[in-house]
């Protein structure tokens, strides 16, 4: 982030002391933080880093705008949106496009994972809400990121006192996003897998009421995010570490994977060779064959896990 003042007046580095502050304050009541509320001054993922979704980018970097040229709706006599909705299957890259708006926006991100937040505290997740709403309009300009929003809603068998949480859990939610939409400088960007289950007081205009979809990929977007992962794995090393990989192999066994999927096929690859180097060989280069054995693996491991998710094994 540059080093201009805030829009609240605050410098980046006091600012930083009072996200961090934040984040002590709701450990300290709580208990930890980690994989349910995180807060990043500056993503470290570009759109550059997002493989496919073309059309997804374009709608999610004309967002941009809306934050660091508010001006440019009112010359052309538009609002810019109070709050967007990103939906599709899991594993497309919501998460990342959330994360590359604000680095491009050079807004604060606020990432609350609510599948954790409710499940942890349902009876007190409202509390817990209530104190990242407050923060996020003290902080400047910033992206408030609601991840699973559809987790908002209890399933209808859960006992009444759920239900009523749920309820008004929702409803509290509503009326900040009302007060997000008035700011100026606070955008929400929620994500969902299941947009059927969002609860439709959460998409009424002036709250997510722009949708962008977030498809899987096809042959084309799969060939340019495994190339996306491949440059990054050997930028880190600094060397080569892929022979010329055919490419249109690996992608013919890869149906019904999606991206998070291909960038994991490509740190199996890898992980591979560091055992074998591990273990006293001297290991060539990741070639089309390893890349498809690592396939194979995953679908293996992936079905397991799928198993487990849906309580099939037990």
């Not at 104190?131 to 996020?136: D, K, N, R, S």
Request: proline letters at 4%; hydrophobic letters at 40%; glycine letters at 8%.
């Amino acid at each position: 982030m540059t080093e201009r003042k805030m829009l609240t007046g605050h410098t980046p580095e006091i600012l930083r002391r009072k996200l961090e502050d934040f984040i002590a304050r709701l450990v300290k009541r709580f208990g930890d933080m980690k994989g349910k509320i995180e807060v990043a001054m500056k993503p470290e993922v570009s759109f550059a880093d997002i493989g496919d979704l073309a059309r997804a980018k374009q709608e999610i970097a004309g967002l941009v705008f809306a934050l660091k040229s508010p001006d440019l709706h009112k010359k052309w006599g538009t609002q810019p949106p109070n709050g967007v909705l990103l939906h599709g299957p899991p594993g497309t890259g919501k998460t990342l496009l959330a994360m590359a708006l604000a680095r491009e926006a050079e807004a604060v991100f606020f990432h609350v994972r609510l599948t954790n937040v409710v499940t942890k505290w349902y009876a007190d997740s409202f509390e817990v809400l209530q104190e990242v709403f407050t923060q996020v309009k003290e902080s400047g300009r910033c992206i408030l990121f609601l991840d699973e929003i559809d987790e908002l809603i209890f399933d209808r068998a859960v006992p009444e006192d759920m239900r009523h949480a749920s309820r008004r859990l929702v409803n509290s939610v509503a009326e900040q996003l009302d007060d997000i939409g008035r700011s100026g400088d606070l955008l929400a960007v929620a994500s969902t897998n299941r947009v059927d289950a969002v609860d439709r007081t959460l998409i009424r205009a002036g709250r997510l009421d722009q949708l962008i979809e977030v498809p899987l990929p096809e042959t084309d977007g799969k060939r340019e995010i495994l190339r996306i992962h491949i440059g990054k794995a050997e930028a880190t090393a600094g060397r080569k570490l892929f022979t010329d990989v055919d490419l249109d192999a690996v992608l013919a066994r890869t149906v019904k994977l999606n991206g998070a999927d291909l960038a994991e096929i490509v740190q199996k690859s890898l992980e591979e060779k560091v055992r074998q180097e591990g273990s006293g060989a001297q290991p060539g280069l990741v070639t089309t064959e390893d890349m498809q054995r690592a396939i194979e693996e995953y679908r293996k491991t992936k079905e397991i896990i799928e198993k487990i998710r849906y309580g099939q094994y037990l």
